[in-house]
């Protein structure tokens, strides 16, 4: 897959590709962070989903969200409900350990575009991208 974000048109500077990730736990926003920016997306961090939601308040906009499930303050469910609530129509990806099938549907339902287990992996965001810009309008 070609770098997301990386080079330019004929008519100027291609836009970055941007992305929030949201979790609480240190590493695995290390994690993905390094994932993301080795393949040229341009990152932000949340610790939690108040963060992710105030940050879209704000007025940041991002291409795609990363959001974990579990975490304090306002969980991932309450978040990406809120985001959607707020109109938000970015990508949202759900990033996961749980095993719980219900929580797992709930979170889905709030409003993902796609449902992941933790870690993420270059291959899983490669597939993940190209997901998301096939069902691109």
């Known amino acids: 897959m070609s770098h997301v974000g990386k080079g330019s048109s004929s008519k100027g500077t291609k836009k970055p590709f941007t992305a929030l990730i949201v979790d609480d736990n240190s ?3 290390k994690m993905h962070e390094s994932i993301l920016k080795s393949i040229g997306i341009t990152t ?3 610790h939690n989903g108040k963060e992710a939601v105030d940050i879209f308040r704000s007025g940041a906009n991002f291409d795609i ?3 974990d499930m579990e975490m304090p303050i306002m969980n991932g469910i309450e978040a990406t409900k809120e985001l959607r609530a707020m109109g938000m129509v970015c990508k949202i990806v ?4 749980c095993e719980n099938t219900d929580e797992k549907e709930a979170f889905k339902q709030a409003g993902l575009d796609i449902l992941h287990e933790k870690p993420l992996t270059l291959t899983k965001v490669n597939s993940i991208l190209e997901q998301t810009q096939n069902s691109s309008p």
């Not at 759900?94 to 350990?97: I, K």
């Open 65 to 67: 969200v990363f959001m």
């Open 94 to 97: 759900g990033v996961t350990s």
């Open 27 to 29: 590493l695995i926003r």
């Open 44 to 46: 932000q961090i949340a």
